[in-house]
């Protein structure tokens, strides 16, 4: 008798009946599928997360405004009646501007935002005691798109786990400044910011190509850009060809000379010139203290309030040290062995810490990239200083009457006061707290930035 046929029936019915040549497969399967489920379900958390940081600032969006969302409503309206000649109304002494001489101080980038804004909001009105309501929406869409986008791109770059980047993502999405500045107050520093970070992540990717491109886009969003882009410049110089660098660099150029030129043709330079290198304020005594962020400029106006000393002389000197730090800034980043991520942010510490006027919305433009910092580096200390940036400038909102921009502006909305009085949000404090908390942040600042550029760096985790 033959057995080999026996024994070959044999194995196929156990394998029919325990299934056995297909257990590791079926488990590979099943492991598959598992992570598959859990990868679209963090997708789907991270689309409820984005949901409903929309929804808290268009919720506020409609019912709040700050002055310079009324005085932006006339800088789109003087765009649409005298086109690239803009910057030559762009003083704010037209009858039109509900401030008088509140100047356009920014690049055009913003200026096209807002054009777009009036095309949707088309017979929208502003002035100096009202604020079109359908204006507001119109003109913070393009903000919580930024902010929106902050929160994708920070999902994107954290490394380890989706857990772990959804963590980091709502840091930003839910953090009480960025939602005061996009919902609420109608800043557009989220813009810039986007184009920072983004610009940032490229160069962490080695990118570095489009980094410089959208570096451009940040500086001729916003200008105070220039101090993390020029520390980041400087660092991708060690790691590329001079021809490779140069060629960045006139990438970085092209974009802000191909978006000034359209405004240069018309003989704007002066006015354009004044608008973009100028600042928006002389140095001097700032007020209202609850608005004043610099450490420096808060210290000496409390003592020229309290005491009587004339200190505005010191606030002279901001500028020079200003000068003096960014260039030893950009000496060191070329020799410390830092990456991209700090140099972004320290540059931009080095204008927060020592610039005489700060004002809260350009915060907005650092706590991303700090929050994104937070979340590479190992060494503890760095850590612990980097996340106290990135929250820190919250607690503001706790010390102010945030209801007061709900009101402000007609058409007013004074039933949201009990809502933000339920979370505290309608204190003011006296002029030493603020002067405290600006002392604080000015400290915060400098600390990372000395540490950053004087200490050695603990290694960043390496992105997948």
Known sequence: MNIIPLLAGFLRYCDEEWNIAQVPENFLHRRWAMRHISHKLYFLILGAVLILAALIRFWAAPLSAGPDVAQFWAFAKVFQLYGLDFYRYADGTLDIFPFKGWAFVYPPVWLLSLRLSLLAAPASWAASMMVDTSWRL????????????????????????????????????????????????????????????ASVVMFERKRDRLAFLLAGLALMTKQHTFLPIALMVAISAQHISKRRLLSNCSILLAIVVFISIPFLLTGNFRSYAHSLFLPGQSPGYQYPLCYAFSGSGALLTYLHNVFGWETSGFLQLNIPILAVATLVAIVLSRIKSITPIQGALAGFLIFVGLSYQVNYQYLVVYIPVAILAASKCTYRRERVITMALALFPALWLWLFNISFWFNYFSPANPWVMPILARIGLVSYMPDYIYVSFALIL???????VVFTLLFRTQRFIVLD
Do not use: C, N
């Not at 857990?163 to 800043?187: D, I």
């Not at 000015?442 to 990372?448: G, I, K, P, V």
């Open 138 to 197: 119109a003109m913070k869409v393009p903000i919580i798109a930024a902010d929106l986008a902050i929160g994708s791109l920070i999902f994107w770059a954290v490394p380890g786990s989706k857990f772990r980047k959804l963590v980091f993502a709502s840091l930003w999405l839910f953090h009480p400044t960025a939602w005061y500045e996009s919902g609420v107050f109608g800043q557009f520093d989220a813009i810039a910011a986007a184009f920072l970070l």
């Open 442 to 448: 000015m400290s915060l600042s400098l600390a990372y």
